[in-house]
Each structure stands twice: as structure tokens, then as C-alpha cells.
């Protein structure tokens, strides 16, 4: 079992431009969570996906931020027009369609804004 | 929603000494509670967690305990060792407020050899 990919590992984009992030969850686990790491801050909730459905998206700001979990293929964190509070880890996390609290996380997405 | 605190912020012992850190949340309906450790530039590793049906966990050096009626919970590594060094960060799930995870702000733990 690979365990939670993401790609890129780091992106830069400068102010203005669309960030696209990737998010493979393990093999068997149809939940997927992101979360956003400040640098030198905890870890905040985004969003949570199922296959083809947001379930919830309290934590993710109105605007310039989306989300996708198609029913083939990674999750997907699209921010458009960047701004340099952007930068951060963005982390992926995944959970199996059981239930179980546990949750998966990938590597992480470090996004720099020029 | 849920709020979980946690304290200290940074916490420095020397090796061989016991360390302890401490969390609190609001929500009586969360039911997992994790503890992750992340080292500098690494993601988010789970080195143990407890459910609300059980007030204690052990394994090894690292045993976690929770109080649910002052709804706190605590982790308690003895024995630290240099490696040990890195940000432990304690965490909530409550079902009744949606699947995801609400973090501590985190404790940067300092093992000085």
C-alpha cells in the first residue's frame, strides 16, 4: 500500500496565478480531507470529500478556493488568483469508507506565493 | 464546533525525563482523540490515539489519557530520547460535528541529550 500520495511536493506560483493540488488517498479509503499548515501554526480543516460529493467545506474560504473528488482519478485543492497569504502545507489526509476515525496523511503540498 | 487547546506551546527536558502535554476540548460529542508528531518539513505521523470509551492507552513509552467528564486528555512520554524532538500536535473528532479533525495549536518539544 503506497499510503497517501500528493503532488507537486512544492509549487510555486506567483501573486495572481491558479494553484492545483493533488491528492491520491490510499487504496480501499474513499474519504479525503485537507487541511492547511501555516508556517509555524497547527493544522486547520478545509474541506471533506466522498467520491463525487463535498461533505463539508466549513473550514475553506469563500472565494478563490474549490475542491474536487472526481470518481476516477486524485483529489484535487484548486485556488485561483494567489495571494502571498497562501502560502502554507497543504495537507491531504485520507480514511477508509468504514468509518474509522483514523486518518492518512500525505506528505504535503508546500505552496510559496511570490 | 469543537476547540481544542493545548499547552504548553514548547516544552524542553533532558534526556531520560518524562514529558507531558496537555489538551482540552469543548465539544461532550467528540468520541477520537490523536496525537501526531511532525518533524521539521515532514507531514503529520499518528503515534497514538484513544477513543472515549477507554480512559487510558499505552504503548511503550508513549501513553495517553482522557478525561471525559473535565473533557481533557494528555500524552505522556517517558523516558525521552534526542529523537523525540519535534512538534506533537493533539487532536479531536466529534461525529456529531462532521468527520474532520480539530487541532491543538501544538507543543514543540525539546529532548536536550
Known amino acids: 500500500n503506497a499510503g497517501v500520495m500528493q503532488n507537486p511536493r512544492h509549487l510555486v506560483r506567483r501573486r495572481g496565478q491558479e494553484a492545483r493540488l493533488r491528492c491520491s488517498p490510499m487504496?480501499?479509503?474513499?474519504?479525503v480531507y485537507w487541511y492547511r499548515q501555516l508556517p509555524e501554526e497547527g493544522l486547520k480543516f478545509m474541506v471533506y470529500?466522498?467520491?463525487?460529493?463535498?461533505?463539508?467545506e466549513s473550514g475553506m474560504p469563500k472565494e478563490r478556493f474549490s475542491a474536487e473528488f472526481p470518481k476516477e482519478g486524485p483529489s484535487i485543492l484548486r485556488i485561483q488568483q494567489v495571494v502571498r497569504g497562501d502560502s502554507a502545507a497543504y495537507f491531504c489526509?485520507?480514511?477508509?469508507?468504514?468509518?474509522?476515525?483514523?486518518?492518512?496523511f500525505g506528505p504535503g503540498t508546500r505552496l510559496t506565493v511570490l | 464546533g469543537e476547540n481544542v487547546e493545548q499547552h504548553p506551546s514548547t516544552l524542553s527536558v533532558q534526556e531520560g525525563d518524562s514529558a507531558v502535554i496537555k489538551c482540552t476540548y469543548s465539544?461532550?460529542?467528540?468520541?477520537?482523540f490523536p496525537w501526531y508528531k511532525q518533524e521539521l518539513g515532514k507531514r503529520p505521523q499518528l503515534i497514538i490515539d484513544?477513543?472515549?470509551?477507554?480512559g487510558e492507552k499505552k504503548d511503550q513509552r508513549i501513553a495517553v489519557t482522557l478525561n471525559k467528564t473535565a473533557k481533557h486528555f494528555s500524552l505522556h512520554i517517558t523516558e525521552t530520547q534526542p529523537e523525540d524532538s519535534a512538534v506533537y500536535f493533539c487532536?479531536?473528532?466529534?461525529?456529531?460535528?462532521?468527520?474532520?479533525?480539530?487541532f491543538g495549536g501544538g507543543t514543540r518539544l525539546m529532548v536536550k541529550p
Open positions: 484513544i477513543r472515549s470509551n477507554v
Open positions: 489526509a485520507s480514511s477508509p469508507a468504514t468509518g474509522d476515525n483514523e486518518q492518512f
Open positions: 487532536a479531536a473528532i466529534s461525529v456529531a460535528g462532521g468527520n474532520m479533525l480539530t
Open positions: 465539544d461532550s460529542a467528540s468520541n477520537y
Open positions: 470529500l466522498q467520491k463525487e460529493n463535498i461533505i463539508d
Open positions: 487504496k480501499g479509503h474513499s474519504h
